[in-house]
């Protein structure tokens, strides 16, 4: 079984928010718990049912990653985009995406 994490989007603002192991939404996939066994996958889907019930993110999604020197890589292109911020201007404060790190 490879990695996962917890992804979703803010339900305020549309950012992309990954769990941490307090429980809370964070905007650094690199601070997000990282299951390892189903046990703990069954747990993230289970919070993250909860949250989106309870309006706080939308979209959802347990997501693959691998951790490279001590980084953390999801396997998807669509997620690699979405850690590392839109691939174009979007909103004051939030940069663009790294080029290198969306094309690993």
């Known amino acids: ?3 996962k994490v917890l992804t979703a989007n803010r339900l305020s603002d549309g950012i992309a928010v990954w769990l941490d192991a307090t429980g809370q939404w964070n905007e650094r996939l690199q601070d997000a718990l990282v299951a390892r066994h189903a046990e703990a996958v069954s747990s993230l889907e289970a919070i993250g049912k ?9 979209d959802v999604a347990v997501i693959e990653v ?8 999801p396997l998807r292109l669509r997620e690699r985009i979405r850690a590392q911020g839109p691939t174009m201007p979007y909103a004051a404060g939030y940069g663009t995406a790294d080029p290198a790190f969306i094309a690993v």
């Open 50 to 58: 909860r949250d989106f019930a309870d309006n706080r993110v939308v």
């Open 66 to 73: 691998q951790e490279i020197n001590g980084q953390l890589w």
């Open 1 to 3: 079984m490879s990695d």
